[in-house]
């Protein structure tokens, strides 16, 4: 357990000291998503004829937000695989002591936790513009780890892609931009007959839905977990780790077995 706390540190670190090199880049970066929601959210208010209240605001910005975290962390994961190919030390990272599963889920927690903070700063400076409501519901904080929990699942599977392939990221954004449009992050696909099933096999779907229903319909958690589409949801977050994990191993023997684990 030591070990694994030495590596989320020596991550952190890392992540920290980026982000004070690159400062400028990761202000811009704030600054486009948070014009990026106001823009929705003005143009969903113009299509409703100003109906888009409150409420609905707050049902865009946590589907939103969630997927922020997705994205950046599928980015981030994928691309660091690609940094250290660029530096020539991909090899010393899979062939280390510690198993390379254990270093990527120690990347991937420091990640989620970089994230998550940089998304918590730009609710702070959008839900005063817009005033958005701000329902304190700590339940919503479980449903929302297991939610980015699947879609980090499917960031090992990129990752392990891109030791056989070399170069993934020309598919990370259509699959960012999928999530955005195809999970309900925006807005509800329950009123959409075909693609609101075929959502609930994406990542983010099924998460950002009782996420909703616990901050804005007020359901108690336990009421939450005893519905079959909790149950659905978290044999979707199970399945996509899995599948992962799955696909990384298998990525990272091939590699080895090629000796293609050092080339680039």
């Not at 990347?107 to 989620?112: A, E, P």
Request: hydrophobic share 55%.
């Amino acid at each position: 357990m030591s070990q694994f706390l030495e590596l989320v540190q020596a991550e952190w670190d890392k992540q920290w000291r980026i982000a004070r090199s690159y400062w400028v880049t990761l202000l811009a970066d704030q600054l486009f998503f948070i014009l990026g929601f106001l823009i929705v959210a003005g143009l969903f208010d113009l299509i409703s004829e100003g109906n888009f209240d409150g409420w609905a605001r707050l049902s865009a910005l946590i589907g939103y937000l969630t997927w922020r975290v997705a994205g950046g962390c599928m980015v981030e994961m994928s691309g660091s695989v690609a940094v250290d190919a660029g530096y020539g030390t991909l090899e010393q990272v899979w062939l280390s002591y510690y198993p390379a599963v254990i270093i990527l889920f120690a990347r991937g927690l420091v990640l989620v936790l970089f994230y998550t903070l940089r998304t918590l700063g730009m609710a702070l400076i959008i839900m005063p513009l817009l005033q958005i409501p701000f329902p304190f519901v700590p339940s919503v904080l479980p449903i929302y780890f297991l939610t980015i929990l699947g879609v980090q699942g499917l960031s090992f599977g990129l990752a392990g892609l891109h030791l056989i392939y070399k170069n993934v990221s020309p598919i990370v954004m259509p699959i960012g931009t999928t999530l955005l449009f195809l999970t309900g992050a925006l807005a509800p696909l329950d009123g959409i007959p075909i693609l609101y099933p075929l959502s609930q096999f994406l990542p983010l779907s099924g998460g950002i839905e009782l996420m909703r229903t616990l901050a804005i319909d007020n359901v108690p958690l336990a009421e939450i977990l005893s519905r079959p589409q909790f149950g659905w949801f978290l044999l979707n977050t199970v399945g996509y780790v899995i599948a992962g994990l799955s696909l990384m191993r298998w990525a990272q023997k091939r590699a080895v077995l090629e000796g293609s684990l050092a080339h680039y």
